[in-house]
């Protein structure tokens, strides 16, 4: 009893390993259309940007740039500073699923769980890019 408590209690605090999958492909198909209608005028639909000044989503450039923030920077970085030209005019859920679609397009993987908008948890999801 008392080591089920314990054992909960450390599960919540536990970070999450983004390599075992922290969102679900479903989360990342909702995405991929608040990413069409609000995000690939600029970034492109293949995410690859438009250099300079638009950077890309995807690749050795924008992975080595988030390697080692959590998904809470990332949250926070796109919920407060994108869309470039009406920052924060999207709902919470819309953005994380918008970041889930960027991060499978990135190749990691898939799991039983969608991502949710919550600091909390995300602060405890570090990137680290996938092999
Ligand atoms: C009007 C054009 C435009 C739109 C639309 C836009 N962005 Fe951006 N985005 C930019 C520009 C320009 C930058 C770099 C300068 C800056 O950060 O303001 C950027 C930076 C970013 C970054 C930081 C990239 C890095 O590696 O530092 C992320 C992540 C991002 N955008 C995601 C998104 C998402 C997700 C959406 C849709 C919800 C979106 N952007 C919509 C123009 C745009």
Known sequence: MLAALLWNG???TH???IGQGVFTSAQAARG???YTANCA???QPDLSG???PIPALTGDIFLSRWTGHSLAELFERVSTTMPQAKPGSLSKTEYIDAIAFVLAANGF???KAALKP???ILQG???TAQH
Do not use: E
Request: contains cysteine; proline residues 12%; hydrophobic residues 40%.
């Open 109 to 111: 993987p898939v799991g």
């Open 41 to 43: 005028q600029c970034h």
């Open 10 to 12: 450390f599960g919540m």
């Open 50 to 52: 438009r250099d300079p």
């Open 118 to 120: 919550d600091p909390a």
């Open 15 to 17: 970070a999450a390993d």
């Open 125 to 127: 999801i570090q990137i």
């Open 32 to 34: 991929k259309a608040v």
